[in-house]
C-alpha cells in the first residue's frame, strides 16, 4: 500500500516538476533575464529515477499488492530476470523510457550549444513538455503502482520469452536509449525554427546527440537480432516484424540525418537536416504507438493497453506542430550559405560529381528505405481500415522492394570516399576508380567461379569489394607516410574519417553476410530415435537421450546430441524445447556451434520421451558470425568518430566548472 | 625486368591497364553467367513445395511462413501444395487457390491492385520523383533569385531571420498529415472499443476460421488442428461449436488430457455441467493431480450441491497451496461450514 502511495507520488511530483520547468524554460526562451528552471528540470529527472527504483524495489521484495509486480512479477523468477522484469511489460518500459528521458534532460541542461545559447531555452521546453506527456501517460493510461485487493499470493511472472536470455538487460535499455537520444536533435529542430537560427553550434550538436542515438539503436538492434538469433529457434535474425521495422524507421533517418550534416557544414542541406532531426523522432513515437497499442500484430506486442489513442494524439500534436512550424517559419531559417569549395565555373558534370552530390544521393535512398519499410509497416492496419481485407506484408516484400536501392546504397558507398567536394570531370573520377573496380570485378568474378552461388551473392560481392578498396585506399592516404609515429599522429588528426571509412567498411562487410547467409540451403528436418544416426544438410546427428522436466510453471524436454560436420566432432549440445502452459507459449532454443564462417544451428520441434523420438531441424547458416562482427565494427568506426576529443588542460584551467560545456568537442576546425 | 619493360613499345604500355580491365570484366561475366546457370538449374518437387509455401502465410502463427512453421495449419498447407505440384500446377495457380480460399491475406507478398500498387511502386518510383522534385525547385529558385534581392542565400550563417510568406508547400503537407492523423486517431479510438463488434474483426475472426477448419477437415485423423479450431471458436465465445471441435479431438486421442480438459471447460461454460463433471473424473483418473481438472470439477459439484465438492476442493488446496485461486477456495471451503 505505501509502496502504491510512493510510486504514484514520484510520478505525480514528476509531472509537476515537468510542467514546471516546461514553463520556466518557454519563458526563458521568451524573454533571456528569466532565471533558467534548473531545480524543476533537475527534479523531474529525480522523479523518474525514484519512480524506477521504488518499482525495482516492489518487483525484489515481491510486493504483490502492487500491480505491476502482481501482473509480471512472480516467486520463481531469478534476481536478475526479476530487475528485468522492470521492462518486460508495457507500464514499466514507460518507466525506463522516463528514466532515461530523465538523463537526457539533465545531459541536455548541463551540456548547451556554447556559441549559440539562443537555441538551449526552447530545445530545453521541447524536452521537459514530452518529459510532463510521459509522466501523464504512466500516471492515467496505466499506472503501474496502483493498488490491488485482495493481494495475490504470487504472479504469473514475465513472459517467459523475456525471461530466456540475457539480452532482455540490454536489448530494450539499449534502444530506449537511442530513442530518447533522437528526442534532443527534434528538440533543437524546433529550437531552430523557433528562434530562426541554424548554424555550425546547431549543427554540432545535433550530430553530437544523433551519434549518441544512433550509436545507441545501432547496438541495441544488433543485440536484438543476435537474441532473435539465438532464442527463437527459427534460424534467422530478422523478420521484418512491424516491431524491428520501428526500430529499423528511426535508425534510417538517423543516418540520413548524420550524412546530411556532413553536407551541411559545406553550405546547403539546412532545412532538410532539421526537417529529418524532426521527423526521425515522429518516427520514433510511431514505433512507440504501433508496438504498443496492439495496432498491428507482432511478436513483439507483448501487452496492449489503452495507451494507443493519447501516444496517436502526441504522435499527431507533435509531427503537425514541427511541420506547421516548418511551413510558417522555415523560410525565416538562414539559407545554405556559399559552398567555399564549389567551383562555380566548373561544367555541369564536375557539379554533379562532387561530394556532396553523393551526400544528397545517400539521403534520397535512406529516404526512400525508410519510405519503403514505413508503406509497408503500416500498409496492413490501413488496407484493413479501408476495405477490411486482411493482407500480410512479409520478408518476401522487403526483400524484392528494398534490393535495388540497397544495391544502389553500396554503389554510392563505393564511389563515394573517391568524389572530391567541389566535383571533377568524370573523366578523371573513372580513371580514379579503374583499379578498384578491376578488383570488384576479379572478386566477382572468383565468386561466381568458385562454388555455387547465386547472381545476387556474386553482385554484393563485387560491389563490396569496390567499397572495401575505395575505402582502404582513403585510409592509406590519410595514414601513409612518417611511419608508426606518424600513423598515430594521423590517426588521432584524421579520426573522424577514419571513424566514418571503418564504419563503411563495417556496412560493406555486412551486407555480403547477409546476402550469403540469406542464399543458404533452406533448414532440414527429421524425426530421430534414441541411439540412432541421421544426417542433415552435411551434419550427421546422433541422439543419445531425451529428458523432460516438470518444474514450477514450465515443461522442458532436451535433446542430447553428439554432432559430426565434415568429419569433425563437434561435441555434445542439448537443444530444449520448453512450454509455459500457464503463458500458452513453446520456447524452442536452439544449440548453435558458432563459427566464424558457417554456425550449425540445431532445433528440437517436438519430442516424444515415451516413444523415444525427437523432431530435430538443423541448417547450417553462413557468415553469421561476420554479421557480428561487422555490428562491431560499427561501433567501433562511431566510436572512433564521435568520442570526445580530451580537453586540454591549460584551456581549460580556472573556469572548469563555472562555464557549461558542449557534450562531445569536436575535433575538425 | 625494368629494362625489358622499358624497351616495350610505349603503345603496348599505355594499353596494358585497359587490357586488365578488358580481362577482369571478362571474368565478371564468366562468373556472373556461371552463378545465373547455377540459380536457375532445375529443381526438385521438396525445393518447388518450400519456394511456394514461404510465400504462404501460416495463419495460426505471427509473421511466419507456411514453409518454416510447425503448427498444423501449416502442414497442412504444405501437404496441400504437395499435391498440387505433383498435379502439375503453375506456382502462380497454387497461390490464387489458397487466396480464393483464403483471401489475399493468406499470402506474405501484398496484391498488386489497388493500395497494393503504391507499394510496389514507391521503392521504384520515390527517387526518380524526389529528384524530380529537387530539379523543379532548384530551377525555380534560380529563376527568383535572378530577379529578386539575393536574400537569404548571401547572408552569413545563423543570423539571418527574415519575415517572409510561409512556405505553402509546407503548409498543405501540415494539414493533410493533420487530417490523416485525425482520421487515424477516430479509426484506433473505434478500434480499441468493442472488438467483436465492429465489421472489420469479424472478417478477420471468419478468415482464420475458415483456415482452421479447413486445415481440420483436410487432416480429419490428427489432434492438433481440432484443438486449434476449438480454441479459436472458445476465444470467440461461439462454445457449442468449440465443444464440437474438441469432442473430436478427444474422439482422436481419449487420452489426451490437454484435450479432454479443453472440452470439459467449453461444456462447463456452456451450462452442459452434467458432460463436463465425468470427463473431469475421467482426466483424474489418469492423473489425479491434474490442477485446473480439480479446481474446476471441485466448483462444479459445489455449483450443484454435491457433497463430494469440499473432498475434490481440499484435494485441489493440497495439490496447489500456491495457486492464484487458492485464497477464494479457501473462503469457500471455510464458508460451507
Known amino acids: ?669 | 625486368m625494368a629494362g625489358g619493360l622499358r624497351r616495350t613499345p610505349v603503345a603496348l604500355r599505355r594499353a596494358v591497364p585497359g587490357l586488365l580491365a578488358i580481362a577482369a570484366l571478362l571474368l565478371f561475366a564468366a562468373g556472373l553467367t556461371r552463378a545465373v546457370l547455377v540459380g536457375s538449374g532445375p529443381t526438385d518437387e521438396d525445393a518447388r513445395v518450400r519456394a511456394i509455401a514461404a510465400t504462404v502465410r501460416c495463419p495460426e502463427c505471427i509473421g511466419e511462413s507456411a514453409a518454416d512453421s510447425q503448427a498444423p495449419t501449416a502442414r497442412g498447407i504444405r501437404e496441400t501444395i504437395r499435391e498440387q505440384v505433383r498435379a502439375g500446377r503453375e506456382p502462380d495457380e497454387i497461390r490464387r487457390w489458397f487466396v480464393d480460399r483464403y483471401g489475399p491475406g493468406i499470402l506474405l507478398e501484398p496484391p498488386a491492385r489497388g493500395l497494393g500498387l503504391l507499394l510496389w511502386w514507391l521503392p521504384v518510383a520515390f527517387v526518380p520523383l524526389a529528384l524530380a522534385a529537387l530539379a523543379v525547385t532548384r530551377w525555380a529558385r534560380r529563376r527568383t533569385a535572378g530577379s529578386a534581392v539575393r536574400d537569404t542565400a548571401r547572408a552569413p550563417e545563423s543570423s539571418a531571420v527574415q519575415p517572409g510568406r510561409p512556405a505553402r508547400g509546407a503548409l498543405v503537407l501540415a494539414a493533410a498529415v493533420a487530417v490523416a492523423l485525425t482520421v487515424g486517431i477516430v479509426m484506433a479510438g473505434r478500434g480499441t472499443g468493442d472488438r467483436p463488434a465492429g465489421p472489420a474483426a469479424a472478417t478477420t475472426g471468419d478468415t482464420e476460421l475458415d483456415v482452421l477448419s479447413a486445415a481440420a477437415r483436410s487432416a480429419p485423423d490428427e489432434v492438433g488442428p481440432w484443438l486449434s479450431l476449438g480454441r479459436a471458436l472458445e476465444h470467440r465465445g461461439r462454445l457449442a461449436e468449440a465443444a464440437q471441435a474438441y469432442e473430436r479431438a478427444v474422439r482422436l486421442d481419449p487420452k489426451d488430457s490437454p484435450a479432454a480438459f479443453r472440452l470439459a471447460f467449453a461444456y462447463a461454460r456452456s451450462g452442459q455441467a452434467e458432460r463436463a463433471r465425468p470427463l473431469l473424473q475421467e482426466i483424474l483418473a489418469r492423473d489425479a493431480r491434474h490442477t485446473e481438472a480439480l479446481l474446476l470439477l471441485g466448483m462444479l459439484q459445489h455449483e450443484a450441491g454435491q457433497p463430494e465438492a469440499s473432498e475434490t476442493l481440499r484435494r485441489f488446496l493440497e495439490v496447489a497451496a500456491e495457486h492464484p485461486a487458492a485464497a477464494a477456495v479457501r473462503r469457500l471451503l471455510e464458508g460451507d461450514r
Open chain 1, 1 to 669: 500500500m505505501t509502496v502504491s502511495l510512493l510510486g504514484t507520488a514520484c510520478l505525480g511530483l514528476g509531472a509537476v516538476a515537468a510542467l514546471v520547468a516546461t514553463a520556466g524554460w518557454v519563458a526563458r526562451a521568451r524573454d533571456a533575464r528569466r532565471q533558467p528552471p534548473r531545480s524543476a528540470t533537475y527534479a523531474l529527472a529525480v522523479a523518474a529515477l525514484a519512480a524506477c527504483l521504488t518499482l525495482e524495489w516492489a518487483l525484489l521484495s515481491r510486493d504483490f499488492s502492487v500491480r505491476y509486480v502482481a501482473e509480471h512479477g512472480g516467486r520463481d523468477v531469478p534476481l536478475y530476470y526479476t530487475i528485468t522484469s522492470l521492462w518486460s511489460a508495457l507500464e514499466g518500459s514507460l518507466l525506463l523510457w522516463l528514466l532515461g528521458l530523465g538523463a537526457v534532460v539533465v545531459l541536455a541542461l548541463r551540456h548547451p550549444p556554447t556559441t549559440e545559447p539562443r537555441l538551449h531555452p526552447p530545445a530545453m521546453a521541447v524536452l521537459t513538455a514530452t518529459a510532463a506527456f510521459f509522466f501523464g501517460l504512466v500516471l492515467f493510461a496505466g499506472n503501474p503502482f496502483d493498488a490491488v485487493e485482495p493481494v495475490p499470493q504470487d504472479g504469473p511472472g514475465p513472459n517467459p520469452l523475456l525471461r530466456s536470455h540475457p539480452a532482455m538487460g540490454v536489448h530494450p535499455p539499449l534502444l530506449y536509449a537511442g530513442y530518447v537520444g533522437l528526442a534532443v536533435p527534434f528538440a533543437y529542430a524546433i529550437a531552430a525554427l523557433v528562434t530562426g537560427r541554424t548554424g555550425a553550434a546547431w549543427a554540432r550538436v545535433v550530430r553530437n546527440w544523433t551519434l549518441l542515438g544512433w550509436a545507441a539503436l545501432t547496438a541495441g538492434i544488433a543485440v536484438g537480432a543476435w537474441w532473435s538469433y539465438a532464442v527463437l529457434g527459427w534460424g534467422g535474425y530478422w523478420a521484418w516484424d512491424p516491431v524491428e521495422n520501428a526500430s529499423l524507421l528511426p535508425w534510417l533517418t538517423a543516418t540520413a540525418l548524420l550524412h546530411s550534416l556532413l553536407a551541411r557544414r559545406r553550405g546547403g542541406l539546412g532545412v532538410w537536416a532539421l526537417s529529418l532531426a524532426a521527423a526521425t523522432f515522429s518516427l520514433v513515437i510511431l514505433g512507440t504507438f504501433l508496438t504498443r497499442s496492439g495496432v498491428v500484430g507482432s511478436v513483439h506486442a507483448f501487452t496492449q493497453s489503452g495507451i494507443g489513442p493519447p501516444l496517436l494524439v502526441f504522435l499527431a500534436a507533435t509531427t503537425v506542430g514541427w511541420l506547421a512550424l516548418l511551413a510558417l517559419r522555415g523560410d525565416r531559417l538562414a539559407g545554405p550559405g556559399p559552398d567555399p569549395t564549389r567551383d562555380s565555373r566548373g561544367d555541369w558534370r564536375s557539379r554533379l560529381l562532387s561530394r556532396r552530390s553523393g551526400l544528397v544521393g545517400n539521403n534520397l535512398l535512406l529516404t526512400a528505405v525508410a519510405a519503403t519499410v514505413l508503406v509497408g509497416t503500416v500498409f496492413p492496419t490501413v488496407q484493413q481500415m479501408v476495405s477490411g481485407t486482411e493482407v500480410t506484408v512479409g520478408p518476401a516484400y522487403y526483400n524484392q522492394a528494398l534490393a535495388p536501392l540497397a544495391l544502389a546504397v553500396l554503389a554510392l558507398m563505393a564511389i563515394g570516399p573517391l568524389l572530391a567536394w567541389p566535383g571533377e570531370p568524370p573523366g578523371r573520377l573513372a580513371r580514379r576508380a579503374v583499379p578498384s573496380a578491376i578488383g570488384a570485378c576479379v572478386v566477382a568474378g572468383l565468386v561466381g567461379l568458385t562454388g555455387s552461388h547465386g547472381p545476387s551473392v556474386v553482385v554484393v560481392c563485387g560491389l563490396a569489394a569496390f567499397v572495401a578498396s575505395t575505402l582502404v585506399r582513403a585510409m592509406a592516404a590519410r595514414l601513409a607516410g612518417g611511419g608508426p609515429a606518424g600513423a598515430w599522429r594521423a590517426v588521432r588528426r584524421h579520426r573522424r574519417t577514419l571513424g566514418a571509412l571503418v564504419a563503411h567498411l563495417a556496412v560493406a562487410v555486412a551486407a555480403v553476410a547477409v546476402v550469403v547467409s540469406g542464399a543458404d540451403p533452406p533448414a532440414e528436418q527429421r524425426e530421430v530415435a534414441v541411439d540412432s544416426t541421421a544426417t542433415l544438410r552435411g551434419v550427421t546427428v546422433r541422439l543419445l537421450g531425451l529428458e523432460s522436466r516438470v518444474t514450477e510453471g514450465q515443461e522442458a524436454a532436451t535433446a542430447r546430441l553428439e554432432v559430426r560436420s565434415e568429419g569433425r566432432s563437434l561435441g555434445r549440445v542439448s537443444p530444449t524445447l520448453t512450454l509455459f502452459p500457464d503463458h500458452g507459449m513453446v520456447v524452442a532454443t536452439p544449440a548453435i556451434d558458432t563459427g566464424l564462417t558457417r554456425d550449425v544451428y540445431i532445433t528440437l520441434l517436438a519430442a516424444d520421451p515415451q516413444a523415444g523420438t525427437a523432431l530435430l531441424r538443423v541448417s547450417v547458416n553462413s557468415l553469421i558470425g561476420v554479421l557480428w562482427l561487422a555490428a562491431g565494427l560499427l561501433l567501433v568506426g562511431t566510436g572512433l568518430a564521435a568520442w570526445p576529443r580530451r580537453i586540454s588542460v591549460t584551456s581549460r584551467v580556472g573556469n572548469a566548472e563555472a562555464a557549461p560545456r558542449p557534450l562531445l568537442k569536436e575535433v575538425d576546425p
